[in-house]
Nanobody, 124 residues
Framework: QVYLVESGGRLVQAGGSLRLSCAAT????????MGWFRQAPGKEREFVAA????????YYVDSVKGRFTISRDNAKNTVYLQMNSLKPEDTAVYYC?????????????????WGPGTQVTVSS
């Protein structure tokens, strides 16, 4: 069992930066692939980024490549999402999620554990 809590979301101007954090409980954090998803009002939850439990390989949706960076600190049981050059279309509730699979996937239903989310609002 893994419990996840996100933090760091707030109102920011377009072009600005934010770093989201997701703290996990439990001693098995390093055995989970970790992902970030987001959901804007009236839209489906979408994949943003993920990081492998074993290789540290990272994966991004095309719309954030070059602007967002996912990282993890297994000693602190924390995964981060550094977001630069933010755009109004990045406005959403951001969720972190954990999955225990050999291969990282990007579909929300394939993640077993979710945090409650943190709101990111980018003003134009």
């Amino acid at each position: 069992q893994v419990y996840l809590v996100e933090s760091g979301g707030r109102l920011v101007q377009a072009g600005g930066s934010l770093r989201l954090s997701c703290a996990a409980t439990g001693r098995t954090f390093s055995t989970y692939n970790m992902g970030w998803f987001r959901q804007a009002p009236g839209k489906e939850r979408e994949f943003v980024a993920a990081i492998s439990r074993s290789t540290g390989n990272t994966y991004y949706v095309d719309s954030v490549k070059g602007r967002f960076t996912i990282s993890r600190d297994n000693a602190k049981n924390t995964v981060y999402l550094q977001m630069n050059s933010l755009k109004p279309e990045d406005t959403a509730v951001y969720y972190c999620a954990a999955q225990k699979r050999v291969v990282v996937t990007t579909r929300p239903h394939e993640y077993e554990y979710w945090g409650p989310g943190t709101q990111v609002t980018v003003s134009s």
